[in-house]
């Protein structure tokens, strides 16, 4: 069957490391991979989208990478802050399918 | 920024009362969503509508839920009998393009909380 793993403990990191998350998926190659952040009690906000010939994406502090040998997607914050402290979620459209699903996200909190 | 607004932010209902809960999409979005997340949960999807009509829907999405775009704006989620199990945060979300829609960005609402008490 296939599946969306992320990391599945919650990462805790010092302000001004990088923090590293991973999203694995199974049986499958998506053609798209999207990543997303939640604050508690609010909707997922749309981060960054990555496709299956692109190696890797930016956007200001936050690099996605794509690697369809291993099917996994990194995710990693640089210089990390306070405010990136949030549950980060991975998505995409598993085969066969027509609607995005998400994994269960992973949380980063960054200590000052 | 245009964004996605859902009303009400949270709804207490008893067990087997019908419950409506709102959403105004982005103006130039055709594309409309339903997820709802369980406390501690991850988020599911249930129905996506496009056209005026189904698209896509989930095994959630059982004779219980309906959707409607009653206007130009506004979508809307039914429950028809709400059961405890029902208890989640709900999300609006819509997009936008036309060319491989299901891979396209989704944006969300901050979702109603509702509880069936």
């Known amino acids: 069957s296939q599946k969306i793993e992320q990391n599945s403990e919650a990462l805790n990191i010092q302000e001004g490391k990088t923090a590293t998350l991973t999203c694995n998926y199974t049986?499958?190659?998506?053609?798209?991979l999207q990543w997303y952040r939640q604050d508690p009690g609010r909707g997922p906000v749309f981060l960054l989208l990555?496709?299956?010939?692109?190696k890797e994406k930016r956007k200001e502090r936050l690099k996605v990478t794509f690697d369809t040998t291993l099917k996994q997607s990194l995710f990693h914050i640089t210089a990390s802050q306070p405010a990136d402290s949030a549950t980060y979620l991975c998505?995409?459209?598993?085969?066969?399918?027509?609607?995005?699903?998400f994994g269960a996200g992973t949380t980063v909190t960054v200590r000052a | 920024e245009p964004e996605v607004t859902q009303t009400p932010s949270h709804q207490v209902t008893q067990m087997g009362q019908e419950v409506i809960l709102r959403c105004v999409p982005i103006?130039?979005?055709?594309?409309f969503y339903w997820y709802r997340q369980i406390l501690g949960q991850k988020v599911e999807f249930l129905v996506s509508?496009?056209?005026?009509?189904?698209?896509?829907k989930s095994e959630i999405f059982d004779d219980q839920f309906s959707v409607e775009r009653p206007d130009g704006s506004n979508f809307t989620l039914k429950i028809r009998s709400t059961k405890l199990e029902d208890s989640a945060m709900y999300f609006c979300?819509?997009?936008?393009?036309?060319?491989?829609?299901?891979?396209?960005?989704?944006?969300f609402g901050n979702g109603t909380r509702l509880t069936v008490t």
């Open positions: 979300a819509s997009s936008e393009y036309l060319r491989e829609t299901y891979n396209s960005p989704l944006h």
């Open positions: 049986n499958y190659s998506p053609a798209y």
């Open positions: 990555i496709r299956e010939n692109e």
């Open positions: 998505a995409l459209v598993l085969p066969n399918d027509y609607k995005l699903s």
């Open positions: 103006s130039n979005h055709l594309y």
């Open positions: 509508f496009y056209n005026n009509e189904i698209s896509e």
